[in-house]
Protein backbone atom coordinates (compact mmCIF):
# COMPACT_ATOMS: atom_id res chain seq x y z
CA UNK A 1 0.00 0.00 0.00
CA UNK A 2 2.70 2.33 0.91
CA UNK A 3 3.96 1.97 -2.63
CA UNK A 4 0.88 1.78 -4.62
CA UNK A 5 -0.70 4.93 -3.25
CA UNK A 6 2.28 6.77 -3.96
CA UNK A 7 1.41 7.42 -7.55
CA UNK A 8 -1.44 9.39 -7.91
CA UNK A 9 -0.82 10.61 -11.05
CA UNK A 10 -1.54 7.89 -14.01
CA UNK A 11 -0.11 10.63 -16.59
CA UNK A 12 3.33 12.34 -16.25
CA UNK A 13 5.62 14.18 -18.83
CA UNK A 14 7.96 11.77 -20.63
CA UNK A 15 11.03 12.74 -18.92
CA UNK A 16 9.40 12.10 -15.46
CA UNK A 17 8.12 8.86 -16.57
CA UNK A 18 11.43 7.94 -17.63
CA UNK A 19 12.73 9.09 -14.59
CA UNK A 20 10.34 7.27 -12.67
CA UNK A 21 11.09 3.68 -14.37
CA UNK A 22 15.02 4.12 -14.00
CA UNK A 23 14.53 4.38 -10.34
CA UNK A 24 12.67 1.48 -9.94
CA UNK A 25 15.73 -0.69 -10.46
CA UNK A 26 17.39 0.39 -6.80
CA UNK A 27 14.00 0.28 -5.14
CA UNK A 28 13.08 -3.34 -6.23
CA UNK A 29 16.96 -4.14 -5.82
CA UNK A 30 16.68 -2.93 -2.22
CA UNK A 31 13.05 -4.22 -1.43
CA UNK A 32 13.94 -7.30 -2.50
CA UNK A 33 16.99 -7.45 0.29
CA UNK A 34 14.49 -6.09 3.01
CA UNK A 35 12.12 -8.78 2.35
CA UNK A 36 15.00 -11.65 2.72
CA UNK A 37 16.56 -10.09 5.61
CA UNK A 38 12.96 -9.80 7.34
CA UNK A 39 12.43 -13.58 6.15
CA UNK A 40 15.47 -14.87 7.94
CA UNK A 41 15.29 -13.35 11.30
CA UNK A 42 12.19 -15.41 11.42
CA UNK A 43 14.55 -18.57 11.04
CA UNK A 44 17.19 -17.25 13.52
CA UNK A 45 14.95 -16.33 15.91
CA UNK A 46 14.04 -19.44 16.67
CA UNK A 47 16.89 -21.14 17.08
CA UNK A 48 17.65 -18.20 19.30
CA UNK A 49 14.41 -19.07 21.01
CA UNK A 50 15.20 -22.75 21.48
CA UNK A 51 18.77 -22.01 22.66
CA UNK A 52 17.38 -20.17 25.08
CA UNK A 53 14.67 -22.41 26.42
CA UNK A 54 17.39 -24.94 27.01
CA UNK A 55 19.47 -22.52 28.99
CA UNK A 56 16.14 -22.52 31.19
CA UNK A 57 16.35 -25.84 31.20
CA UNK A 58 19.60 -25.97 32.69
CA UNK A 59 19.00 -23.79 35.37
CA UNK A 60 15.76 -25.08 36.27
CA UNK A 61 17.64 -28.60 37.05
CA UNK A 62 20.85 -27.14 38.25
CA UNK A 63 18.12 -25.20 41.31
CA UNK A 64 18.65 -28.73 42.97
CA UNK A 65 21.76 -28.74 43.84
CA UNK A 66 20.81 -25.14 46.01
CA UNK A 67 19.08 -27.30 48.47
CA UNK A 68 21.45 -27.69 50.93
CA UNK A 69 20.40 -31.33 52.32
CA UNK A 70 20.84 -32.41 48.32
CA UNK A 71 23.91 -34.11 47.70
CA UNK A 72 25.72 -33.06 44.18
CA UNK A 73 27.46 -35.93 42.55
CA UNK A 74 29.48 -36.00 39.41
CA UNK A 75 27.17 -38.52 37.92
CA UNK A 76 23.79 -36.15 38.74
CA UNK A 77 25.23 -33.38 37.31
CA UNK A 78 26.39 -35.48 33.99
CA UNK A 79 22.87 -37.02 33.74
CA UNK A 80 21.64 -33.63 34.52
CA UNK A 81 23.41 -32.21 31.40
CA UNK A 82 22.68 -35.32 29.28
CA UNK A 83 18.66 -35.51 29.45
CA UNK A 84 18.23 -31.91 28.75
CA UNK A 85 20.32 -31.83 25.64
CA UNK A 86 18.43 -35.03 25.18
CA UNK A 87 14.99 -33.52 25.05
CA UNK A 88 16.69 -30.83 22.27
CA UNK A 89 17.68 -33.38 19.97
CA UNK A 90 15.07 -35.45 20.12
CA UNK A 91 12.82 -32.17 18.39
CA UNK A 92 15.96 -31.37 15.96
CA UNK A 93 17.83 -34.19 15.41
CA UNK A 94 21.65 -33.16 14.35
CA UNK A 95 22.41 -33.54 10.76
CA UNK A 96 26.11 -34.00 11.44
CA UNK A 97 28.20 -36.68 13.27
CA UNK A 98 30.54 -34.05 14.63
CA UNK A 99 27.93 -32.79 16.61
CA UNK A 100 27.57 -36.11 18.43
CA UNK A 101 30.97 -36.43 18.67
CA UNK A 102 31.60 -33.03 20.28
CA UNK A 103 28.59 -33.35 22.63
CA UNK A 104 30.18 -37.00 23.52
CA UNK A 105 33.90 -35.84 24.10
CA UNK A 106 32.74 -33.04 26.23
CA UNK A 107 30.45 -35.17 28.70
CA UNK A 108 33.75 -37.73 28.61
CA UNK A 109 35.15 -34.57 30.41
CA UNK A 110 32.54 -33.32 33.19
CA UNK A 111 32.72 -37.30 34.31
CA UNK A 112 36.36 -37.19 35.00
CA UNK A 113 34.99 -34.12 37.52
CA UNK A 114 35.95 -35.86 41.56
CA UNK A 115 32.70 -36.18 43.82
CA UNK A 116 34.62 -34.09 46.13
CA UNK A 117 34.93 -31.18 44.41
CA UNK A 118 31.07 -30.41 45.12
CA UNK A 119 31.75 -30.35 48.71
CA UNK A 120 34.67 -28.14 48.68
CA UNK A 121 33.01 -25.31 46.72
CA UNK A 122 30.19 -24.74 48.45
CA UNK A 123 31.15 -21.69 50.84
CA UNK A 124 33.94 -20.71 48.34
CA UNK A 125 33.29 -17.22 47.15
CA UNK A 126 32.90 -16.33 43.10
CA UNK A 127 35.92 -14.73 42.49
CA UNK A 128 38.18 -17.87 43.99
CA UNK A 129 36.13 -20.21 41.55
CA UNK A 130 37.32 -18.11 38.51
CA UNK A 131 40.73 -19.05 39.37
CA UNK A 132 39.91 -22.74 40.36
CA UNK A 133 41.51 -24.95 37.60
CA UNK A 134 38.19 -27.35 37.56
CA UNK A 135 35.59 -24.67 37.82
CA UNK A 136 37.44 -23.23 35.18
CA UNK A 137 37.22 -26.53 33.06
CA UNK A 138 33.36 -27.32 33.94
CA UNK A 139 32.64 -23.84 32.22
CA UNK A 140 34.71 -24.70 29.28
CA UNK A 141 32.94 -27.83 28.67
CA UNK A 142 29.38 -26.49 29.26
CA UNK A 143 30.26 -23.34 26.47
CA UNK A 144 31.64 -26.26 24.05
CA UNK A 145 28.22 -28.28 24.84
CA UNK A 146 25.92 -24.90 24.26
CA UNK A 147 28.26 -24.25 21.04
CA UNK A 148 27.98 -28.05 19.63
CA UNK A 149 24.09 -27.49 20.70
CA UNK A 150 23.71 -24.11 18.79
CA UNK A 151 25.25 -24.85 15.26
CA UNK A 152 23.59 -28.06 15.19
CA UNK A 153 20.12 -26.04 15.50
CA UNK A 154 21.32 -23.93 12.66
CA UNK A 155 21.97 -26.23 10.93
CA UNK A 156 18.46 -27.85 10.84
CA UNK A 157 17.75 -24.86 9.89
CA UNK A 158 19.25 -24.48 6.79
CA UNK A 159 21.85 -21.83 7.98
CA UNK A 160 24.28 -24.29 8.12
CA UNK A 161 28.11 -23.69 8.68
CA UNK A 162 29.34 -27.08 8.29
CA UNK A 163 29.37 -26.72 4.73
CA UNK A 164 32.04 -23.71 4.57
CA UNK A 165 34.51 -26.14 5.88
CA UNK A 166 33.79 -29.71 4.51
CA UNK A 167 36.89 -29.86 2.95
CA UNK A 168 39.32 -28.08 5.46
CA UNK A 169 41.94 -30.70 6.02
CA UNK A 170 43.59 -28.19 8.52
CA UNK A 171 40.96 -28.26 10.93
CA UNK A 172 41.33 -31.89 13.16
CA UNK A 173 40.07 -31.42 16.51
CA UNK A 174 36.00 -31.33 16.39
CA UNK A 175 35.54 -28.76 19.50
CA UNK A 176 38.12 -26.30 17.00
CA UNK A 177 35.67 -26.91 13.80
CA UNK A 178 32.75 -25.98 16.19
CA UNK A 179 34.08 -23.13 17.20
CA UNK A 180 34.46 -21.87 13.33
CA UNK A 181 31.32 -22.98 12.80
CA UNK A 182 29.64 -20.54 15.63
CA UNK A 183 31.56 -17.52 14.28
CA UNK A 184 30.73 -18.49 10.51
CA UNK A 185 27.11 -18.36 11.76
CA UNK A 186 26.50 -15.38 13.95
CA UNK A 187 28.92 -13.95 11.37
CA UNK A 188 26.16 -14.71 9.00
CA UNK A 189 23.31 -12.92 11.14
CA UNK A 190 25.33 -10.00 11.72
CA UNK A 191 25.78 -9.33 7.80
CA UNK A 192 21.68 -9.95 7.97
CA UNK A 193 21.18 -7.83 10.53
CA UNK A 194 23.19 -5.10 8.44
CA UNK A 195 21.75 -5.21 5.24
CA UNK A 196 17.88 -5.77 5.88
CA UNK A 197 17.94 -2.81 8.26
CA UNK A 198 20.55 -0.56 5.79
CA UNK A 199 17.65 -2.38 2.66
CA UNK A 200 14.54 -1.33 4.71
CA UNK A 201 16.02 2.28 5.59
CA UNK A 202 16.81 2.54 1.53
CA UNK A 203 13.51 1.32 0.56
CA UNK A 204 11.58 4.10 2.39
CA UNK A 205 14.29 6.49 0.55
CA UNK A 206 13.36 5.16 -2.66
CA UNK A 207 9.86 5.47 -2.06
CA UNK A 208 10.18 8.99 -1.16
CA UNK A 209 12.08 9.88 -4.51
CA UNK A 210 9.43 8.16 -6.43
CA UNK A 211 6.40 9.93 -5.01
CA UNK A 212 8.59 13.20 -6.00
CA UNK A 213 9.48 12.44 -9.47
CA UNK A 214 5.72 11.15 -9.83
CA UNK A 215 4.32 14.15 -8.57
CA UNK A 216 2.86 16.94 -10.63
CA UNK A 217 0.90 19.27 -8.40
CA UNK A 218 2.17 22.06 -6.08
CA UNK A 219 2.95 21.17 -2.38
CA UNK A 220 1.95 21.97 0.37
CA UNK A 221 3.12 22.31 4.18
CA UNK A 222 1.69 19.16 4.98
CA UNK A 223 3.02 17.52 2.36
CA UNK A 224 6.75 18.74 2.85
CA UNK A 225 6.66 17.28 6.73
CA UNK A 226 5.56 14.55 5.96
CA UNK A 227 7.85 13.38 2.58
CA UNK A 228 10.84 14.89 5.64
CA UNK A 229 9.51 12.72 8.51
CA UNK A 230 9.97 9.80 5.60
CA UNK A 231 13.31 10.62 5.21
CA UNK A 232 14.30 10.53 8.55
CA UNK A 233 12.50 7.25 9.56
CA UNK A 234 14.81 5.59 6.50
CA UNK A 235 18.28 7.20 7.25
CA UNK A 236 17.01 5.98 10.61
CA UNK A 237 16.49 2.49 10.50
CA UNK A 238 20.06 2.65 7.87
CA UNK A 239 21.67 3.52 11.43
CA UNK A 240 20.36 1.46 13.41
CA UNK A 241 23.36 -0.90 11.86
CA UNK A 242 25.59 1.14 14.16
CA UNK A 243 24.75 -1.17 16.98
CA UNK A 244 27.01 -3.47 15.14
CA UNK A 245 29.89 -1.68 16.58
CA UNK A 246 28.69 -2.08 20.33
CA UNK A 247 29.02 -5.77 20.78
CA UNK A 248 27.45 -6.16 23.98
CA UNK A 249 24.33 -4.24 22.74
CA UNK A 250 23.64 -5.35 20.03
CA UNK A 251 23.89 -9.07 21.19
CA UNK A 252 21.33 -8.01 24.04
CA UNK A 253 19.14 -6.87 20.89
CA UNK A 254 19.96 -10.03 19.21
CA UNK A 255 18.55 -12.22 22.03
CA UNK A 256 15.08 -10.37 21.88
CA UNK A 257 12.63 -11.42 18.78
CA UNK A 258 12.40 -7.09 18.42
CA UNK A 259 14.55 -7.12 15.40
CA UNK A 260 11.38 -8.02 12.87
CA UNK A 261 8.94 -6.21 14.98
CA UNK A 262 10.89 -2.93 14.95
CA UNK A 263 10.66 -3.31 11.17
CA UNK A 264 6.83 -4.21 10.87
CA UNK A 265 6.11 -1.23 13.42
CA UNK A 266 8.26 1.30 11.77
CA UNK A 267 6.61 0.29 8.08
CA UNK A 268 3.07 0.21 10.18
CA UNK A 269 3.81 3.90 11.54
CA UNK A 270 4.91 5.17 8.35
CA UNK A 271 1.79 3.80 6.27
CA UNK A 272 -0.75 5.66 8.53
CA UNK A 273 1.67 8.29 8.38
CA UNK A 274 1.37 8.70 4.49
CA UNK A 275 -2.40 8.09 4.39
CA UNK A 276 -3.59 10.79 7.00
CA UNK A 277 -5.86 13.04 5.50
CA UNK A 278 -4.73 16.90 4.65
CA UNK A 279 -4.76 19.24 7.92
CA UNK A 280 -7.21 22.16 7.85
CA UNK A 281 -5.70 24.99 7.18
CA UNK A 282 -5.43 26.11 10.96
CA UNK A 283 -2.10 24.26 11.14
CA UNK A 284 -0.56 25.15 7.84
CA UNK A 285 -2.47 27.96 6.69
CA UNK A 286 -1.72 29.77 3.39
CA UNK A 287 -0.94 26.50 1.31
CA UNK A 288 -2.66 26.69 -1.74
CA UNK A 289 -2.34 24.49 -4.62
CA UNK A 290 -3.03 25.08 -8.18
CA UNK A 291 -5.96 23.35 -8.85
CA UNK A 292 -6.81 22.56 -12.73
CA UNK A 293 -9.81 24.35 -14.42
CA UNK A 294 -13.37 22.31 -14.89
CA UNK A 295 -12.62 21.45 -18.30
CA UNK A 296 -9.19 20.39 -17.52
CA UNK A 297 -10.23 18.56 -14.74
CA UNK A 298 -12.69 16.40 -16.63
CA UNK A 299 -10.12 15.53 -19.34
CA UNK A 300 -7.38 14.07 -17.12
CA UNK A 301 -7.22 10.76 -16.58
CA UNK A 302 -8.03 8.98 -13.25
CA UNK A 303 -8.04 5.83 -11.90
CA UNK A 304 -11.49 5.02 -12.63
CA UNK A 305 -11.37 6.23 -16.43
CA UNK A 306 -8.23 3.41 -16.58
CA UNK A 307 -10.75 0.83 -15.17
CA UNK A 308 -13.57 1.58 -17.44
CA UNK A 309 -11.39 1.90 -20.60
CA UNK A 310 -10.49 -2.15 -19.63
CA UNK A 311 -14.13 -2.94 -19.62
CA UNK A 312 -15.05 -2.98 -15.83
CA UNK A 313 -18.24 -0.96 -15.16
CA UNK A 314 -17.69 2.03 -12.76
CA UNK A 315 -20.48 4.22 -11.59
CA UNK A 316 -20.17 6.13 -14.84
CA UNK A 317 -21.20 3.20 -16.70
CA UNK A 318 -24.96 3.29 -16.21
CA UNK A 319 -25.19 7.42 -17.50
CA UNK A 320 -23.18 6.12 -20.72
CA UNK A 321 -24.99 3.80 -21.88
CA UNK A 322 -28.60 6.17 -21.51
CA UNK A 323 -26.91 8.70 -23.23
CA UNK A 324 -25.70 6.42 -26.13
CA UNK A 325 -29.45 4.79 -25.86
CA UNK A 326 -31.11 8.08 -26.13
CA UNK A 327 -28.48 9.56 -29.17
CA UNK A 328 -29.64 6.21 -31.20
CA UNK A 329 -33.17 7.00 -30.57
CA UNK A 330 -33.43 10.35 -30.90
CA UNK A 331 -31.38 9.40 -34.22
CA UNK A 332 -34.01 7.11 -35.92
CA UNK A 333 -37.56 8.48 -34.60
CA UNK A 334 -39.22 6.26 -36.55
CA UNK A 335 -37.76 2.29 -35.76
CA UNK A 336 -38.15 3.72 -32.27
CA UNK A 337 -42.00 4.35 -32.93
CA UNK A 338 -42.35 1.21 -34.93
CA UNK A 339 -40.88 -0.60 -32.23
CA UNK A 340 -42.82 0.55 -29.83
CA UNK A 341 -46.01 -0.01 -32.01
CA UNK A 342 -45.11 -4.07 -32.26
CA UNK A 343 -44.72 -4.09 -28.31
CA UNK A 344 -48.83 -3.45 -28.69
Known amino acids: MIYFDGRRNLKMPLHKELL ?3 LHFPFQLFLKLFILGSSQFVIWWKVIETYLSTNDKFITAFSAGDDPN ?153 NYVRKGLNFLVGIGLCLVT ?39 PIFFNGAKTKQPSGDKRKKEKTGWGVVRQMGFRTGAAPAEQDTAYQGAASAHPQEGSAERASCF
Open 70 to 222: FNVTTSWFVSTVEGALKEVFELYTPKYMVTQESIAAALEKLKEIPDDFWVTIENVPEEELLNNETAVNITTTLTELLIAMQNSLFATFNVNGYSAFATDDTITDATELEQKVYDLNWGKFKLVFTYAYVAAGLTLIMLNILYITSRTRGWTPF
Open 242 to 280: LMTLNHERVVQLWGTPWPLPILVITLFVILVLNHLPQPP
Open 20 to 22: WSF
